[in-house]
């Protein structure tokens, strides 16, 4: 069974740095990895996905690796501003010929940017 | 285009008592699937629909819980005989043609069962 962890779990930074928010999965037979964000009562937005055969994914000042046989991947926030403060969810979708054909979801990361 | 739109945002229930969520995809999606988020649980699977296809019921907790998807569009979530332990998000999502695409989330519907 597909188990998928992020840490950390919360991540306090000042405005304008870097950072980088870190996902794993126990089973490398993914289809392709996702990163969300959901702001608080609101539902999920899709921020990247990264197909299997890929190593990363650039979408403005994120950037999401993948690294399939160490069960990893990466969301690399460049020059953070207070707009981007809220939960980050990675999830692993298995593709339609595995069993089990759901994302499974890590608990999260909350970030908060501090101006 | 209009997204995914969920209704009711809030309800508060007594246990025992059935509930409905409704979830209206993104127009033309074929693919369309329920997650629950409780407190400290994480996102969790629980039901999804791909054109006629028989549903994946694989990730519903227990009897008490169906859905259904009429014309291939709209889609109701019922929890028969709530408890308190069903209290939690309920996020409904679609995608264009199903697994492997990116899913796009409506705002969920967040279920207190006192």
């Known amino acids: 069974k597909q188990e998928v962890t992020q840490i950390p779990a919360a991540l306090s930074v000042p405005e304008g740095e870097n950072l980088v928010l870190n996902c794993s999965f126990t089973?490398?037979?993914?289809?392709?990895l996702q990163w969300f964000r959901q702001d608080p009562g609101k539902g999920l937005t899709s921020l990247l996905l990264i197909q299997s055969s890929q190593r990363e994914q650039t979408s403005g000042r994120l950037n999401a690796s993948l690294d399939k046989s160490s069960g990893r991947s990466t969301l690399y926030i460049a020059a953070s501003q207070p707009g981007d403060s809220a939960t980050y969810l990675c999830?692993?979708?298995?593709?339609?010929?595995?069993?089990?054909?759901?994302?499974?979801f890590g608990g999260g990361t909350r970030l908060m940017v501090k101006p | 285009g209009a997204g995914v739109s969920q209704s009711p945002s809030n309800k508060v229930t007594e246990k025992g008592k059935d509930v409905e969520l409704r979830c209206d995809p993104i127009?033309?999606?074929?693919?369309l699937y329920w997650y629950r988020q409780s407190l400290g649980q994480g996102l969790e699977f629980l039901i999804y629909f791909q054109g006629n296809s028989a549903p994946d019921k694989s990730g519903l907790p227990s009897d008490r819980f169906s859905a259904e998807r009429t014309g291939g569009s709209v889609s109701t979530l019922t929890i028969q005989r709530t408890q308190q332990e069903d209290s939690a998000v309920y996020l409904c999502?679609?995608?264009?043609?199903?697994?492997?695409?990116?899913?796009?989330f409506g705002p969920g519907t967040r279920l207190l069962v006192l």
């Open positions: 127009s033309g999606h074929t693919a």
């Open positions: 089973d490398s037979a993914i289809y392709n």
């Open positions: 999830a692993a979708d298995p593709g339609e010929n595995n069993a089990g054909n759901m994302l499974t």
């Open positions: 999502a679609s995608s264009l043609r199903g697994l492997e695409e990116t899913q796009y």
